[in-house]
């Protein structure tokens, strides 16, 4: 492919690119109906504070859901997500194994972390807090997110019809009876989540 081929194809596919955001970023333009997670660029990240002294992180692949969607009432949003806890990794090896293990999550006694919500209550036009029931480690308690609309649109490579969320929350894994190390590892644990959600056909 000469140059100017591939200078064209570059900006052929920046014009896809373009045109399918386009429209993307408003809300009250989302399709309405039934969504899956789309589990490829699904992403969970936590962070914990380490010894005082940094904040290790780590994150969940693999997950799964649903999402019931009308932009025109999203107060009766639905959502239910599952998590394989074997899923779990860090940039280390042994901590990957700890926390599958007894001493941390105890992937093989808890295989999923699941998230099913209650409660939508909208705080702006494109923001709301998700109250659900999160059952991980064999505990199942209330916990809130706050959660931002990205944008929606088909995805200028598979062509689905997509809608991205990114949220945020925070709980206690005491909570959860995860108490291995505390409090030289910390208590408080920070999530950030990439949620991806394709309509479904």
């Known amino acids: 492919m000469t140059l100017i081929s591939k200078t064209l194809a570059a900006a ?9 955001v386009a429209h993307a970023a408003d809300p009250a333009a989302v399709q309405a109906g039934s969504y899956k997670l789309e589990t490829g660029h699904a992403r969970i990240l936590f962070a914990v504070s380490h010894m005082g002294l940094s904040t290790w992180y780590g994150d969940f692949s693999g997950a799964t859901g649903s999402l019931t969607l009308d932009p025109k009432n999203p107060a009766a949003a639905a959502l239910d997500v599952s998590i394989p806890v074997a899923s779990v ?30 409660k939508v209550t909208v705080t702006g036009p ?54 291995t190390y505390l409090p030289v590892i910390g208590d408080d644990v920070d999530l950030t989540i990439s949620a991806p959600f394709e309509l479904k056909k």
Do not use: C
């Open 12 to 20: 052929a596919l920046a014009a896809v690119l373009a045109a399918g």
């Open 126 to 179: 494109d923001t709301a807090k998700v109250t659900g029931d999160l059952t991980f480690h064999g505990v199942t308690k209330p916990v809130t997110l706050d959660a931002t609309f990205k944008a929606a649109a088909p995805n200028a490579m598979t062509k689905a019809y997509t809608v991205g969320f990114e949220v945020k929350g925070a709980l206690k894994r005491s909570d959860y009876g995860v108490k």
């Open 89 to 118: 990794t860090t940039t280390n090896t042994v901590l990957d194994g700890e926390l599958k293990s007894p001493m941390f999550f105890d992937a093989p006694q808890f295989p999923t972390i699941t998230f099913k919500s209650t």
